[in-house]
């Protein structure tokens, strides 16, 4: 094994802290990732909080996308003809 003449087999690279927002070290993506993460979970946390404080809950807001229609079933909706057609079609595909 090739060793240099401080002892080292790879050279000390000498990588500083401020290297990572001014060039790409290898470890620069893993960086970014960490403090991503670290500010994804601080909005999410926050987002709770606030939802805490207003009394807003998850119930309500699903009772706001839920609407009953009162629609009739698909297929009883359907003309004789059309009817027909999709029950011979799921015939074939099984």
């Known amino acids: 094994m090739p060793v240099t003449t401080d002892g080292y087999l790879y050279p000390l690279q000498e ?5 990572l927002f001014s060039q790409l070290t290898p ?3 893993f960086v970014f990732y960490f403090f991503g993460g670290i500010v994804f979970y601080l909005i999410v946390n926050a987002y709770r909080c ?6 807003i809950d998850k119930a ?7 609407t009953i229609e009162g629609l009739d079933p698909f297929f009883t909706v359907l003309k004789n003809k059309d009817r027909e057609f999709w029950f011979r079609e799921e015939m074939v595909a099984q």
């Not at 990588?15 to 290297?19: C, P």
């Not at 606030?50 to 009394?55: A, D, E």
């Not at 309500?60 to 839920?66: C, G, P």
């Open 15 to 19: 990588h500083q802290f401020s290297q």
């Open 60 to 66: 309500s807001q699903l009772e706001e996308f839920v």
């Open 50 to 55: 606030f939802q805490k404080r207003l009394g």
């Open 27 to 29: 470890a620069t993506p």
